[in-house]
């Protein structure tokens, strides 16, 4: 066939090789800074700029029951701030852009929840309107200023990131992470509500994890339970959304046959314009939860640290203690050489060959240390955070009392202020434990300058006429309390104990809680049934963490029932080579583009699914398919084919003929006006119309096969050099710069193009970091 398009019209920017081959699908532009991220066969996952240069690389890692991990699917944050990857186990972690860690995970509450097979990921700036003859029943009521144009949050002061030395396997040693997460508050362009965020993560088994701003978990259904024509046994292979993330396009694969449906989230009208309120903060309760526990980690970490070095010193003299006198202990032994000032043979012998004036200075130097680092972690990113965590509640618990009788919203203000009760008790336990580190360092200074003085009498040779130089004397009361108290046990050791068994703890704290009358859990420590033992942190925050998952519940099973699925629309009854999709929105209201293309083919069908919108629920009201051939040579088939926007379409053709190695990439326009696309039958009663339910007499695919085929119209064209067998393509789809990555027939080269004319500022935005 002879070719009449110009060839080469594309440019190219990025010739690049991979250490390792891409995994055919697993390959995510960044829908904001023409960053591509890939998955290789050893599942590594590797971030690149546009000019080939490497961000950084996530290694895979094994489960909690030490299984390899091995990556299903992944997709970008509509914000390209955040890629969410999910794996085999059935939880999708999330890696924010700038260094790839792990900020997050999303799991589910179902334990057959396994192999994550898509992610769908949709931002709404504005809430979507309703049809004007539409009224949403029983509607949720909120005075217009309930919460005002100031988030009392911003008046605090910003927390800060954690010490890297304390902290290392923490996400919040960085400040743009704690920025992001903790304290930073996003806003919309009007300043009175938060975009909406929505997050679909769909398993191998049929299931549907739904959540809401990353870390609010609405629950998970099962597809055949909001449709009853889908099979107990189906797979989502790939989601699309519109602007509005209310509702979402699936494609589902069963034994027999490919199908079509959307899923409406009506709960995003049902609560209103406050559902942000209630979803955006639980995601920053569980963010500053999760900081809470970083801190005490970082804690118990300065603890274990600071109280090493004297431990080893001590050993030593305990056993010697020990093997000259059985009865005595090192508490009497130092107290003896207080009260005398008189060495016995064993101290003296530790206090020269073993301390040391050396030995001294280190411990001095490492304890100081670990007690000013645990007073700041304490006093300030501690404390700091429960008061952030206070004052959210306190807003969740106003917006649950201006519910009305009866409403949808299911929130109980009780729930929050038992909440409130324990976050004010790990208030007043990070106080507690400051005090008795504030005594026992006071006491610790004292006890140092004591030894320091036994060191230089033992040390200093005494001449006739010496005058020994003045010293401050230390308080011999607080050495003697250094020694009682903290020299052979330290004090604060039970704030950091090493819990055996988590759940009886948190249960017990529970327990004490029912049985305060309002006095609040810590309170009830102090007395007989506490036994007069303060709580640790690790098991107060543990009781705080289960009470907060356990007020979202109630507001997120309502959200749940508010879950409707269309009837199937069959695309296919047969094995494609290749499937895509988009929603978008056109003058007439909202449409998905279906892409089919079958093997060894080189023909593309494309259908439009026109929805009406007289109603909240999305219904089909209108199918067109039309099957258009590429120009090309002899022997070409298509090898891959993605939307680039909502008219243009880029195309992959190999030679398959033997010994072929030539490949070409277009792009065509499926919206000329010269397009013709065949109008599939529908009957006035939608519900019962065929092509709304299983078992139809014609597919999507051999309905667009039976039409006229028509010859495409290239708008570009690309053929490539002999050595380059191009396979995959990928598309960013962003209107306003349009990049493409094509992949190599081995997958480990790939080449970065654009479909727009060059820019000007190309050439220096290449060497731009990620932040500019």
Not at 516 to 529: K, W
Request: charged share 25%; glycine share 6%; with cysteine.
């Amino acid at each position: 066939m002879e070719l009449d398009e110009p060839e080469d019209t594309f440019q190219i920017h990025t010739v690049k090789s991979l250490p390792s081959p891409t995994r055919v699908g697993l390959v995510q532009w960044d829908p904001m800074f023409d960053l591509l991220a890939v998955v290789t066969s050893n599942d590594n996952v590797l971030l690149y700029r546009l000019n080939g240069q490497r961000v950084w690389g996530v290694v895979p890692r094994s489960d909690e029951a030490g299984s390899d991990l091995c990556i299903q699917t992944m997709q970008w944050k509509p914000t390209g701030q955040a890629l969410a990857i999910g794996y085999n186990d059935g939880v999708t972690r999330m890696c924010e852009f700038h260094a790839g860690k792990v900020t997050g995970r999303v799991e589910s509450d179902l334990p057959d929840f396994r192999g994550v097979s898509s992610i769908g990921w949709a931002k709404s700036e504005e809430l979507p309107k309703l049809p004007p003859d539409y009224t949403m029943p029983d509607p949720i009521v909120f005075p217009s200023n309930m919460f005002g144009q100031t988030d009392v949050t911003q008046l605090l002061p910003r927390l800060s990131a954690l010490p890297s030395s304390s902290a290392p396997d923490s996400i919040f040693i960085s400040k743009q992470t704690v920025d992001t997460l903790v304290n930073v508050t996003e806003k919309g362009d009007k300043g009175d509500h938060l975009p909406l965020d929505v997050l679909l993560v769909a398993d191998k088994n049929g299931h549907l994890c739904v959540n809401i701003y990353e870390s609010f978990t609405i629950g998970t259904v099962s597809l055949n339970t909001l449709c009853s024509l889908l099979p107990d046994s189906c797979e989502v292979l790939r989601q699309a959304t519109g602007g509005n993330a209310m509702t979402h396009g699936l494609i589902i694969k069963t034994n027999n046959s490919t199908m079509f449906c959307t899923l409406d989230l009506l709960f995003i009208n049902q609560f209103g314009e406050y559902l942000h309120q209630l979803a955006a903060g639980s995601s920053r309760l569980k963010n500053l939860l999760r900081y809470m526990k970083d801190t005490i980690v970082a804690m118990h970490n300065e603890w274990k640290v600071m109280n090493e070095l004297p431990a080893r010193f001590l050993r030593s003299l305990i056993e010697d203690i020990k093997e000259k006198d059985p009865g005595t202990d090192v508490r009497t032994e130092f107290l003896e050489l207080l009260c005398t000032g008189l060495p016995s043979e064993v101290s003296q012998e530790w206090l020269v060959d073993i301390l040391g004036e050396r030995g001294l200075k280190r411990w001095e130097k490492v304890a100081t240390t670990g007690y000013e680092n645990l007073r700041k972690l304490g006093r300030h990113y501690l404390v700091e955070a429960a008061e952030r965590l206070t004052i959210l509640l306190s807003r969740s618990r106003g917006l649950a009392k201006w519910k009305e009788k009866g409403s949808a919203l299911g929130m109980d203000p009780e729930d929050f202020t038992m909440c409130i009760d324990t976050t004010g008790a790990m208030i007043a336990l990070c106080h507690q434990f400051n005090r008795q580190l504030e005594e026992e360092f006071t006491a610790f200074k004292e006890f140092v300058a004591w030894l320091r003085i036994l060191l230089d009498d033992l040390s200093r040779v005494i001449e006739i006429n010496d005058q020994k130089e003045e010293e401050d004397e230390p308080d011999v009361l607080l050495v003697a309390d250094y020694i009682e108290k903290y020299l052979a046990k330290p004090a604060l050791e039970h704030y950091f104990p090493v819990v055996a068994d988590m759940d009886k703890e948190v249960e017990k704290a529970k327990e004490l809680y029912e049985k305060s009358n309002g006095e609040g859990v810590f309170q009830q420590y102090s007395t007989d049934e506490g036994k007069g033992e303060l709580p640790s942190f690790q098991v107060l925050h543990s009781y705080l963490t289960e009470l907060c998952d356990h007020v979202f519940k109630k507001p997120a099973a309502a959200m749940k029932r508010g879950l409707r699925l269309s009837r199937p629309l069959v695309i296919s009854e047969t094995d494609l080579k290749s499937l895509d999709m988009q929603m978008v929105y056109t003058v007439d209201g909202l449409a998905t583009h279906l892409l089919a293309f079958e093997e060894n083919s080189p023909n593309l069908f494309v259908t439009v699914c026109d929805f009406a919108q007289s109603t909240v629920l999305s219904e089909i009201s209108k199918v067109s398919a039309a099957n258009f051939e590429i120009p090309r040579t002899d022997n070409m088939v298509i090898t891959s084919a993605k939307f680039a926007d909502d008219s243009t379409i880029v195309v992959v053709l190999n030679d398959s003929h033997a010994g072929g190695n030539q490949s070409h990439m277009v792009t065509i326009s499926f919206t000329e006006p010269t397009i013709i696309y065949s109008t599939y039958p529908i009957k006035e009663d939608r519900r019962t119309a065929t092509i709304s339910v299983l078992g139809s007499d014609t597919d999507l695919v051999t309905f667009a096969k039976k039409q006229p085929v028509q010859m495409a119209h290239v708008l570009k064209r690309k053929v490539f050099d002999t050595d380059f067998m191009a396979k995959d393509v990928y598309v960013n789809g962003k209107p306003a710069r349009r990049i493409g990555a094509v992949f190599d027939d081995d997958g480990q080269r790939y080449q970065v193009f654009d479909l727009d004319e060059p820019e000007p500022y190309l050439d220096d935005m290449e060497e731009m970091d990620v932040e500019d």
